[in-house]
């Protein structure tokens, strides 16, 4: 299996740290984090320039699938 560092081409994520600060000026933004994800550290979360940080405890990497239903709630307001 081929992991995402191998897929990825070294200039990926080149101009993202920009971008995502002139996207969560323009839009209201809400980051649902799942603590404990295996892939991504924690810490990541607070970088993504969100107005409003959730953090799901013992939701992991998979937040559609395990907090449905946190998702959902967030999606209508």
């Given at each position: 299996?081929?992991?995402?560092?191998?897929?990825?081409?070294?200039?990926?994520?080149?101009?993202?740290?920009?971008?995502?600060?002139?996207i969560?000026?323009?839009?209201?933004?809400?980051?649902?984090?799942?603590?404990?994800?295996?892939?991504?550290?924690?810490?990541?979360?607070?970088?993504?320039?969100?107005?409003?940080?959730?953090p799901?405890?013992?939701?992991?990497?998979?937040?559609?699938?395990?907090?449905?239903?946190k998702l959902?709630?967030?999606?209508?307001?």
């Open positions: 299996m081929i992991g995402f560092r191998q897929m990825t081409k070294p200039d990926f994520f080149e101009g993202f740290p920009s971008l995502l600060k002139s969560s000026d323009a839009v209201p933004t809400v980051t649902l984090w799942g603590e404990g994800d295996p892939y991504v550290a924690d810490h990541y979360a607070n970088e993504l320039l969100a107005r409003k940080n959730i799901l405890p013992k939701v992991g990497h998979w937040v559609p699938l395990v907090a449905p239903d959902a709630d967030q999606i209508r307001q």
